[in-house]
C-alpha cells in the first residue's frame, strides 16, 4: 500500500513541477539568456559634393535630393557644412556640401 501511495505521490509531484517549468511561475526561457534590445532609429549626416549652376537656389538643390530630414535641421547642418554661405548667396560653379539624412543600421538584430 505504501508503493502505491508513494508512486502516486512522486507522479503528481512530477506533474506540478512539469507543469510549473512549462507555463508557471519558472519558465524554461528564464534560463536562458537573452539579449532585451529595444529597436532605436539613429541617424547620421552625409554629405554630396555639388556644383552650383545658374538658377540654383538652396531650396531647388534640397529639392533635388530629397531626404527624410526636416527642414530647419537641414538648413542647419548644410550652414555647418558651408560656413562661408552664412551671409552669402549661391555663386554659380561653387562646389557646396549638401547634407543628406541617412538611417544608421540598427545591430539589435
Known amino acids: 500500500m505504501r ?27 528564464s534560463f536562458y539568456e537573452e539579449e532585451i534590445c529595444e529597436e532605436q532609429i539613429e541617424y547620421e549626416w552625409q554629405h554630396i559634393i555639388v556644383r552650383v549652376q545658374q538658377s540654383d537656389t538652396m531650396y531647388s538643390l534640397f529639392a533635388a535630393s530629397p531626404t527624410n530630414a526636416p527642414l530647419p535641421e537641414r538648413l542647419a547642418e548644410f550652414y555647418k557644412a558651408n560656413p562661408h554661405l552664412q551671409q552669402q548667396s549661391l555663386v554659380p560653379g561653387e562646389l557646396i556640401k549638401l547634407p543628406i539624412r541617412k538611417q544608421k543600421e540598427n545591430k539589435c538584430r
Open 3 to 29: 508503493y502505491i501511495i508513494f508512486t502516486i505521490l512522486f507522479f503528481i509531484i512530477a506533474a506540478v513541477i512539469k507543469i510549473d517549468l512549462q507555463e508557471g511561475t519558472l519558465p524554461l526561457a
